[in-house]
């Protein structure tokens, strides 16, 4: 079954100009970042839902950023896996090519990837609560508290928190390159977590052809053409492979 769904899929994305993926935290699993709901996942151990919200960071903002060291310092010594590195390479053979991430880890556009809309931010941009403005920095030894230094208020990770609205701009995009691509692939996730989760059926409603690629089933596996199981390591580099 496997095999022939990988060259129907392939077939597809062959003959198809404008192609969109979405991906959430199983395409970064093999780079070691931990997912969300896995046995070893985020929300487990630090309650992360409770921690990534606007209301947290105003009761105890130190508590927010050790959550948010803590997963950079993880984050820092990891590298793209052959997923992040197979969707670089696809946005250079399909005519075009656009990638939507809920994930903050960066890595997508480290394997190489240009065209990358991240849906929920990134852990390595932080954000002026006063100023607003918005900078990249790596460094691991941040204060316990960041503040702006032009204007002295509390920095905080640019990223969506829950209860927080996208940035309007980049769910435009979003929205407008699910609704005209003809194939759409949806990478390692759970399709839980809202607005991110409907872009699948947005893409369904207007024609695409939906394939999911997912370590195991998912409550929107059934609203798809196409389902294949595994890990996205092994999976997405399959559909790089010329039709034997
Ligand atoms: C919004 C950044 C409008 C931060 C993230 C009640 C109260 C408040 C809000 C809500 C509520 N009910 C619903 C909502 C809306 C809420 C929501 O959807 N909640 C969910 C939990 C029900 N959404 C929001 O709040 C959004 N904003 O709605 O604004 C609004 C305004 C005001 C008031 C209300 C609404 C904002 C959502 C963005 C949250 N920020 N991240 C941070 O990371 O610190 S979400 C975060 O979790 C990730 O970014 C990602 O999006 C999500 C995790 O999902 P996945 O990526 O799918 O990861 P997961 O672990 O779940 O799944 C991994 C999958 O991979 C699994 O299926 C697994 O099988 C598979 N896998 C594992 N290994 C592999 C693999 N597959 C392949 N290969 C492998 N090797
Ligand atoms: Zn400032």
């Not at 480290?110 to 990249?136: D, F, P, Q, Y």
């Not at 209860?163 to 769910?171: F, T, V």
């Amino acid at each position: 079954m496997a095999a022939a769904a990988l060259s129907q899929l392939r077939e597809k994305i062959a003959r198809s100009q404008r192609v969109v993926a979405l991906t959430g935290a199983g395409i970064s699993a093999e780079s070691g970042v931990p997912t969300f709901r896995g046995q070893d996942g985020l929300w487990r151990q630090y309650r992360a839902v409770d921690l990534a919200t606007p209301q947290a960071f105003q009761r105890d903002p130190r508590l927010v950023w050790e959550f948010y060291q803590w997963r950079r310092r993880l984050l820092q010594p990891l590298k793209p896996n052959p997923a992040h590195l197979a969707l670089a390479a696809l946005e250079e053979a399909v005519p075009e090519f656009t990638l939507i991430t809920q994930n903050i880890d960066g890595l997508h556009a480290l394997a190489g990837s240009r065209r990358v809309l991240e849906l929920h931010g990134n852990i390595w941009h932080l954000r002026c609560t006063g100023c607003g403005v918005v900078r990249e920095d790596r460094r691991l030894d941040l204060p316990a508290l960041p503040t702006c230094a032009d204007c002295g208020a509390w920095l905080r990770p640019h990223v969506v928190w829950f209860g927080e609205m996208l940035d309007p701009e980049i769910l435009a995009a979003a929205v407008a390159a699910v609704e005209n691509c003809q194939v759409l692939l949806v990478i390692g996730t759970s399709g839980l977590v809202q607005p991110a989760a409907s872009l699948g059926r947005r893409a369904k409603q207007r024609g695409a052809f939906v394939a999911e690629l997912n370590l195991e089933p998912t409550p929107q596996s059934d609203l798809y053409d196409l389902a294949l199981h595994g890990r996205a390591g092994v999976l997405v580099p399959q559909l790089l492979e010329p039709e034997r």
